[in-house]
């Protein structure tokens, strides 16, 4: 099976630090999100694009993440400068979406990079 | 969006069906029902979705209210491998059209 694939997996860091994830999405999925898990939040949605486009990212702290898909393979969630309340599990997912009424294909991730910001 | 109420955690036995109930009293007539279950140290995983039938995959069954206002999703058998948490979650669009708001879930203990 087609698997989202999140490197790195674990990642311990002092603050400060830059932080980047990265996000290879199933090939041929033109959709991309980045989610959060913590214990106290849950799953949170910081940002999404389509077709490399950013359509939401509403979720994130601007001053301090940024998302880029640099190309239909690749997507990079970047934290700089990194703080401890950044500590969490980073998921990406991707899906495939060719319009409404289209039977589209659901949401597919990653297992996470978790991330430790000591 | 509609908000999902689901009950904290359940338990079942091994080889038995499960039934994780799911309200949305404030479902809205185009928001599709949603389930995915996230297994320790693992990424959420899709199970089934739908927008007024009852739907069967490989995985489980959806039950869906006549009214819409609640859902099951069904575990014909459990096993141990099934133990994660299922979140039901409401959404405008068919799948991966649109983002996914996840709730507190359900924490499944599946007993040998």
């Known amino acids: 099976d087609a698997r989202v694939t999140q490197t790195p997996r674990h990642k311990v860091t002092e603050m400060g630090q830059e932080v980047t994830m990265r996000c290879q999405p199933i090939l041929g999925h033109n959709t991309v999100f980045w989610y959060r898990q913590t214990m106290m939040q849950g799953l949170e949605l910081l940002a999404y694009f389509r077709n490399r486009a950013p359509l939401d990212d509403s979720g994130m702290p601007k001053d301090r993440f940024s998302a880029e898909m640099p190309d239909a393979t690749l997507a990079t969630l970047k934290i700089q400068p990194s703080e401890p309340r950044d500590s969490a599990v980073y998921f990406c997912?991707?899906?495939?979406?060719?319009?409404?009424?289209?039977?589209?294909?659901?949401?597919?991730f990653g297992d996470g990079t978790r991330l430790s910001i000591l | 969006d509609a908000k999902t109420t689901q009950p904290n955690s359940m338990e079942s036995n091994e080889e038995e069906p499960v039934h994780l109930p799911c309200n949305h009293s404030t479902i809205s007539g185009t928001d599709y029902i949603h389930w995915y279950r996230q297994l320790p140290s693992q990424g959420p995983e899709y199970v089934i979705h739908?927008?007024?039938s009852n739907v069967n995959n490989r995985m489980a069954s959806l039950a869906i209210a006549e009214d819409r206002k609640s859902s099951t999703l069904i575990l014909h058998r459990a096993t141990l491998r099934d133990a994660a948490v299922y979140y039901c979650i409401l959404s405008e669009r068919e799948t991966s059209g649109s983002r996914l708001t996840f709730g507190e879930g359900t924490q499944l203990t599946v007993n040998p």
């Open positions: 997912a991707s899906g495939l979406v060719l319009g409404r009424g289209f039977r589209n294909q659901p949401q597919h």
């Open positions: 739908g927008l007024t």
